[in-house]
């Protein structure tokens, strides 16, 4: 089995910083995921990618940032925080372009200030 | 684009008894749909996915029937314990190439189980 770790679990933050998430997994995935979870909003999608180098923009991207240099990890830039924001990432990987299933991280939970 | 449309944001029910958590799906292509469940504090993890029509597909008590005539894909469960209070998110995937790595996830839907 495999495992995805992000890291921080909790970040706090100010108003207008900028802030970054980062997420390894050591499936051997190739396409990895990053989604922000809203209370009563569900999952939605900010940056995909398929492989390395590779980056796609999701619904939600405006506002972020992501990098993929090596295939076990992904990263993500929140460029501008939003005061009083609070809201949980979550990374993800799976298999391209099948329909296995999504394999999540714990998340990590964002406030700020 | 697609959307996925959970209707119940909370349901609370005394253990034993069933439930259904209503799920429906818009899609111009062929859909494959999913339900994630995620506990407290835990990572959301896959329970069930389908994309055959009219064909139950089951996983830890919890069953599903995909049917396309009305874009529906509910769960239920016949009899509720305590550790399925969780919340319940229901995604879609449609088969065109090129959205093939993308899901829809609907809001979610928050199952608490009553002594």
Known sequence: GGIITQTPKFLIGQEGQKLTLKCQQNFNHDTMYWYRQDSGKGL???????????????????GYDA???????FSLTVTSAQKNEMAVFLCASSIPFSNERLFFGHGTKLSVL | GDSVTQTEGLVTL???L????NCTYQTTYSPFLFWYVQHLNEAPKLLLKSSTDNKRTEHQGFYATLHKSSSSFHLQKSSVQ???SALYFC?????????????TFGAGTRLAVCP
């Open chain 1, 44 to 62: 939605r999608l900010i940056y995909y990618s398929i492989t390395e180098n590779d980056l796609q923009k999701g619904d939600l991207s405006e």
């Open chain 1, 67 to 73: 990098s993929r240099e090596k295939k076990s990890s």
């Open chain 2, 14 to 16: 005394t253990k034993g």
């Open chain 2, 18 to 21: 069933p439930v259904m958590l």
């Open chain 2, 82 to 84: 305590l550790s399925d």
């Open chain 2, 91 to 103: 995604a879609l995937r449609n088969m065109l190439s090129g959205s093939f790595n993308k899901l």
